[in-house]
Every structure is written in structure tokens, then in C-alpha cells.
């Protein structure tokens, strides 16, 4: 099985409408992160979060929220999507005492039209 | 506003040869730098990390930093056409912050 696993892989919604993506690990890692990719634009910090109760913003994070629903389980709504939002969203983890490496989930392309 | 700065490419070498990937970072707090690959569709695949000024190699992969010029680069030995991807270069915030900051990547194409 999958160390980090992202549902749904695919998703095509509208404007306005609210949508959930989910990400889980069995790594047993303590940090998980949601980053969103753009052609052009690389990958972009959205949320972060060390424990269930330490929830941080990254650089975009507006139109987005997250939570952390145990150690293993991170999730980011979009409360109300618009086609900007379009993107390929990865999950990542990282361990409290590593070097600060990530690793990241097989992701989820999201298309609002 | 920290930054990695690396050539979008496409960057193309003939298989056996030797890659050359940059990368530059602005932030001097920065501790940790890593190279991801990813394939067109896929998720990043963290292939090294260093931390210490010099060379790091594992296998073909060669990792080389130099704080004093913020310069970090990855040489990839032998290149095969299954390297053909998007290498992205990241560098930690230092401190405890754990946040990475990536560069957009440079594509890399290994010709047979």
C-alpha cells in the first residue's frame, strides 16, 4: 500500500460548489502539507500543519482551509471553487527529526470550470 | 520574499553523458537543499538532500552546495532516457520553521 494516498485522484466540479480533498499516511510523520502546482508556477505552499492542533498558512492559502483530523489524516476544502483554483494539489509529510525532507502523495487534479 | 531560482530548460544531453542542473537560492538561513524529480503527471520523488558544503553522491547522482555563493546543483552521471523528467531544487527555511520553497524546475531530456 501506499505510504501517502490522496482521494479522489481526479475531480471536475463548478464554480461555487464546495470541494473536499483528502490525504492520508501511514508513515507514521508528524508534518503534513497540501502545495498546489501550476505550469509556470512550480509548487506553492497552501496549508501546513506540525500536530492535530498546530495549523499553519502558507503563501496562498486564501480560498482554502484545512483540517487536521488526526496525525495520519489532513484535509483542504475549497469553500466555494472558482476556475483558478484549477491546479494539480499534493499532499507531503515529513518526519519531526529528519532533515526536513518531504514526501509527497500521488495527487489530485482538480479542474473547476 | 525567498526564492529558488533555477533555468526552466529544456535542458538536453545524449544518453551516457553527464546532466548539469542549478540552483540558486536567496535565503541564507537555509540549512537543508533537495533535489525532487518528477515525471510528467507524477508526484515529486525526492532522489538526494545535503546539507554540508561539498559533494554528496549516491550512485549516479552527484549533489554539490556551496553556501557562500547560495548555489546548489545536482550532476547525474551516465544519463539515461528513463531520467527524462522535471528536476525541482528546494530549499528549507532554516531554523525549525520545516517549510521547503521550491524553484519551478528544469526539464531534463535524455536523447538515446
Known amino acids: 500500500d501506499a505510504d501517502v494516498t490522496q482521494t479522489p485522484r481526479n475531480r471536475i466540479t463548478k464554480t461555487g460548489k464546495r470541494i473536499m480533498l483528502e490525504c492520508s499516511q501511514t508513515k507514521g510523520h508528524d508534518r503534513m502539507y497540501w502545495y498546489r502546482q501550476d505550469p509556470g508556477l512550480g509548487l506553492r505552499l497552501i496549508y501546513y500543519s506540525f500536530d492535530v492542533k498546530d495549523i499553519n498558512k502558507g503563501e496562498i492559502s486564501d480560498g482554502y482551509s484545512v483540517s487536521r483530523q488526526a496525525q495520519a489524516k489532513f484535509s483542504l476544502s475549497l469553500e466555494s471553487a472558482i476556475p483558478n483554483q484549477t491546479a494539480l494539489y499534493f499532499c507531503?509529510?515529513?518526519?519531526?527529526?529528519?532533515?526536513?525532507?518531504?514526501?509527497f502523495g500521488p495527487g489530485t487534479r482538480l479542474t473547476v470550470l | 520574499q525567498k526564492e529558488v531560482e533555477q533555468n526552466s530548460g529544456p535542458l538536453s544531453v545524449p544518453e551516457g553523458a553527464i546532466a548539469s542542473l542549478n540552483c540558486t537560492y536567496s535565503d541564507r538561513g537555509s540549512q537543508s537543499f533537495f533535489w525532487y524529480r518528477q515525471y510528467s503527471g507524477k508526484s515529486p520523488e525526492l532522489i538526494m538532500f545535503i546539507y554540508s558544503n561539498g559533494d554528496k553522491e549516491d550512485g549516479r547522482f552527484t549533489a554539490q552546495l556551496n553556501k557562500a555563493s547560495q548555489y546548489v546543483s545536482l550532476l547525474i552521471r551516465d544519463s539515461q532516457p528513463s531520467d527524462s523528467a522535471t528536476y525541482l531544487c528546494a530549499a528549507d527555511s532554516g531554523g525549525s520553521n520545516y517549510k521547503l520553497t521550491f524553484g519551478k524546475g528544469t526539464l531534463l531530456t535524455v536523447n538515446p
Open positions: 507531503a509529510t515529513g518526519l519531526e527529526t529528519s532533515e526536513n525532507e518531504q514526501f
